[in-house]
C-alpha cells in the first residue's frame, strides 16, 4: 500500500511550514518559491500549480477508470499516487493530471503499451525531466460523455511511471438549457501542460 507523502506543503506561510512537528519531505512556499508535492517513496515531485487541488483516488471520471494508468481496465499491477485536479472541475468539463506507478514485473514488461484506444500513429518519444517517455492520445466515448487521454509512460530507475492528463465531461448542449463548462477544453489542457512542466525525478539517497 502506498503511504501518501504529507500535505503540510500546502501550508500557506512560511510560519505554519516551520512548526514543530511538520512531517519531512514536505516543502513550504515562500514569496519565491512554489510549493511542492515530494513523494521520495515513490521517486518524484511535482510543483504544485496554483488552482489545483492535491487528490490520492482516481475515481472521479464517468468513463475513466481508477487503474494507476490511464484505459488500462483493471489492472493491479500498479498505485495510483497522486491526482492534480484543476479547480472548477465539474460534470460538464474535469481535468487533472494523474501520476500512477508500478515496479512489479508486469508492470515493467508493460509499461509502454499503447492503450487500445490510442492514436499508435501519433505515438511519440518525448523528454520528460531528462527521462525518455512513449506519449500517446486516446479516448473513449459513450453517450454524452467523453474522454481525452494525453499518456507518458517511461521505466524510470526500475519503475514503470505513468502520467496521464486526463479531460472528462459531458456535452453541454444535453442539459437544458444548455450548460456552461467551466473552462475550455483548450484552456483545461494548456493548465494540464504547465502543471506537467513541474514534474521531476527524485534522486535516491
Known sequence: MNTHPSLALIVA???AACSPGQPAGSKAPTADV????????????????????VRHDFQRSYLGDASWKALAGDDPHGTPVVALVLAGSNAITAAELRVGTGNDAAALAHCLDVPDSGMPADTQTVDLAGTSFTRFHAGDAAMSHYLRVEGYRAIHDGRCYAI??????????????????????????????????????????
Open 13 to 15: 506561510t512560511t510560519l
Open 34 to 53: 512554489a510549493p511542492t508535492y515530494d513523494d521520495p517513496a515513490q521517486g518524484f515531485a511535482i510543483i504544485l500549480p496554483a488552482g489545483m487541488q
Open 164 to 205: 496521464d492528463l486526463l479531460l472528462t465531461g459531458t456535452r453541454p448542449e444535453v442539459y437544458d438549457p444548455p450548460a456552461t463548462p467551466p473552462f475550455s477544453q483548450d484552456e483545461a489542457m494548456r493548465q494540464l501542460h504547465d502543471a506537467l512542466a513541474g514534474f521531476r525525478f527524485l534522486t535516491a539517497d
